[in-house]
């Protein structure tokens, strides 16, 4: 079966879902939730090895201070109640972005998380939080310099070492729910040759046939990777 190795999500439209619900924009954070663990299973049984999703953005600091909060606890709530289950299902939890401006006790979780399930290997699933891919590349031009590493000596190979998550693969499938057709700074250096999905349905709307739909989407599309299929081919 045709199946990507790595599938990255931007996980948008939980607030206007809520909205034009008439609800509270925590409610849609709070539903998005809920379709994640959906997802997570889905993709686990598909036996896909690699699952990227967007929590929050180094962009989502500009948002109401209210809001901002609410994340910070949805986030340490939701790893409280939800890790033991994930892990328990041989799942690998990576947190990728910048942790210096995270509460102690978060980042505390994060590590706890991340040491407890670091032998799963049914599916790695990262978790993009504080994360941009701009400061990710950036960061890993610090981690050069702070190497000494000589121009001669960087290839795209020696760069990726110094990422986030240096053992992770290529995105191969992006999905992007809620409408928008931009990939909004996230994982700039892995969508070399990802392929796109983007679907019209708020991320709580989204649900396990809408991956299937979208990996078999994905399944009959042709790769070339810059190349040609055949010699005669223009």
Known sequence: ?????????????????????????????????????????????????????????????????????????????????????LISNKIKINFIGRRDCLAKELKEKIKDVEKSSRKND?????????YGGRAEIIDAVKNVIDNDLQADNISEDVFSKYL??????????????????????????????????????YWPDFSADDLQNAVTDFCNRERRFGGLKNAGDN
């Open 1 to 85: 079966m045709c199946l990507p190795k790595h599938i990255a999500i931007i996980m948008d439209g939980n607030g206007r879902w809520a909205s034009e619900r008439g609800l509270p924009r925590q409610e849609g954070h709070r539903q998005g939730v809920k379709i994640l663990k959906k997802i997570i299973k889905k993709t686990s049984e598909l036996g896909i090895k690699y699952l990227t999703v967007y929590a929050f953005s180094t962009e989502n600091w500009k948002r109401p201070d209210h809001e901002v909060n609410f994340l910070m606890k949805l986030m340490e709530r939701t790893m409280a109640s939800e890790t033991d289950e």
């Open 122 to 130: 049914r599916l790695t699933l990262n978790i993009a939080f504080n």
């Open 164 to 201: 986030y998550q240096p053992d992770l693969p290529d995105v191969e499938l992006l999905i992007r729910t809620g409408g928008d057709k931009r990939i909004s700074n996230f994982l700039l250096w892995q969508l070399a040759y990802a392929e796109m999905f983007f679907s019209d349905k």
